[in-house]
């Protein structure tokens, strides 16, 4: 019964105005959204086959091995609060309507694996954690180009990206992403949710994004972004906290060939940590990365022990007449991390109002992209976590979980009162409860996901 009155009222905004609410992108979503009567699935037999209605609280489901649990197109599929599904090996969850999961602070929602257990150690190597390279991984969240909506709230996901057998669900092949979202007028919100592990990374290749107050850890074996966003894809990506991803946490690239808009991505008020180390490439990987045609706003980030700063890519280039950032505070425990605050070969731009100072380090005739020396700011603007040992003393390569880490700001730390306000998000997407963002969180004063007031990330 809770969500009947939306369903009614839902029903009724589509059918008598066509449309309740809009975005700046002048795109109705009430109108597209038919939400079918809500239906019970049983809990006793695994799940295999297409469903709708609700996942309820308190109930654990499993999907059978090799299985898929389909939402076809005009379908919803609801996981309510407390509820867990656990996915078996090369499961997936394949979506041509509508996917929501609306788990709770108290709550929390979990798409998982049974018993298979985190391992939280430095000197793992990443080849080595079953996080990675369980043969029990499923092959996550697969979203149609039909599918106008996909929502995971307080929702926790874990142990993705298997290989598909032979050709998977709606034609993908080869190792499939933690999660894919396709329809450049559809929205994929994903807030206040945590990821843990996977061989690959999300992959957006277009649609309406809001990505706000996310934990996200071991994404990316050799490979892949924590978020990458494709052509067609505009929206907001603030507050998430990012450890040990294999290349960048965010990436914004207008690279496809879709009928979606020019690639528009505000990164803000994220916190990297330990960013870029599965990935070889040179110059490849380590916090943001705009590309090839993509534009948007960076600003009040902490890029912590990253292999590579904030990366504004020449060849082929982002639209750096429509970028702008700054108030980035970098940290770094060695030369090889303090000489790629601003990486070379590329065109990021060091702002005066970057933490260090880049006229304390970078010479007088600095050209972008030239080689430096960043020796004088090895350990330097310190962020004062409240439990993360920098110096770092073991090797931050295999440090990619948070674990009992805590990366809230200390006070005195030099990111407090160093945020840039004067800007907006691009709140993309509609803000509703249950069929949009709980909340666009807009800059904040402080650099990082945490902020002082208690504000931003609530993990």
């Known amino acids: ?40 699935i049983s809990d006793s037999v695994p799940l295999c086959g297409s469903y709708k209605g609700h996942l309820a609280s308190g109930k654990t489901y499993t999907v059978g091995v090799g299985c898929n649990v389909v939402v076809n197109a005009g379908d919803t599929l609801f996981m309510d609060a407390g509820s867990t599904l656990n996915m ?28 298979l257990e985190k391992v939280n150690d430095p000197s793992l190597p990443a080849g080595s954690d079953s996080a990675y390279t369980s043969k029990r991984l499923w092959c996550g969240i697969n979203c149609d180009t039909s599918c106008k909506l996909l929502v995971l709230k307080w929702t926790h996901v874990e142990y993705t990206s298997a290989n598909f057998v032979g050709t998977g669900p709606i034609g993908l092949s080869g190792t499939s992403h933690a999660i894919l979202f396709q329809n450049a007028n559809g929205s994929f919100i994903m807030e206040d ?40 894809s505009v929206g907001d990506m603030a507050y998430n906290l990012f ?19 020019q690639t528009e ?3 803000y008020n994220n916190t990297y940590v330990n960013g870029g180390y599965r990935r070889n490439a040179a110059g490849r990987g380590g916090s943001i990365n705009y590309e090839e ?69 970078l010479p007088s005739s600095y050209t972008l992209g030239q080689v430096y020396s960043g020796v004088s700011v090895i350990g330097a603007n310190n962020p004062m976590f409240v439990n993360y040992p920098l110096p770092a003393t ?26 840039y306000l004067g800007f907006s998000p691009l709140a993309s997407v509609p803000v509703d409860p249950v069929y949009g963002a709980t909340e666009i969180t807009p800059p904040g004063k402080d650099l990082g996901c945490y902020q002082a007031n208690g504000t931003g990330n609530k993990h």
């Open 193 to 232: 949710s945590w990821m843990y592990g996977s061989a690959d990374e999300v992959r957006v290749t277009s649609g309406k994004v809001a990505i706000f107050r996310n934990t996200i850890e071991k994404l990316g074996l050799t490979g892949g972004d924590g978020f990458n966003c494709k052509h067609g």
């Open 293 to 361: 045609g993509a534009k948007g706003k960076a600003y009040n980030n902490i890029m912590v022990n990253c292999k590579y700063g904030l990366r504004i890519v020449n060849n082929p280039p982002a639209d750096t007449a429509h970028m702008k950032y700054g108030n980035t505070l970098n940290y770094g425990d060695s030369s090889n991390i303090t000489d790629e605050f601003y990486p070379q070969g590329y065109i990021t731009i060091p702002q005066t109002t970057d933490i260090p100072l880049p006229s304390s380090y």
């Open 88 to 115: 078996s090996p090369s499961s997936s969850i394949v979506v041509q309507g509508i996917f929501i999961s609306l788990g709770t602070i108290d709550s929390p929602n979990w798409i998982t694996v049974k018993g």
């Open 1 to 40: 019964m809770k969500y009947l009155v939306s369903f009614i009222a839902l029903i009724v905004c589509t059918a008598v105005f066509f449309s309740c609410q809009k975005n700046g992108n002048d795109l109705y979503y009430a109108s597209t959204l038919h939400i079918k009567k809500a239906q019970g």
């Open 265 to 267: 991505l505000n990164m």
């Open 394 to 419: 073991q090797g931050i390569a295999n440090i990619a979980y948070v674990g009992s880490y805590d990366f809230h700001l200390k006070t005195g730390s030099p990111a407090i009162g160093k945020g």
């Open 243 to 261: 450890v040990g991803v294999a290349t960048n946490g965010t990436k914004g690239s207008d690279k496809g060939t879709n009928t979606g808009a």
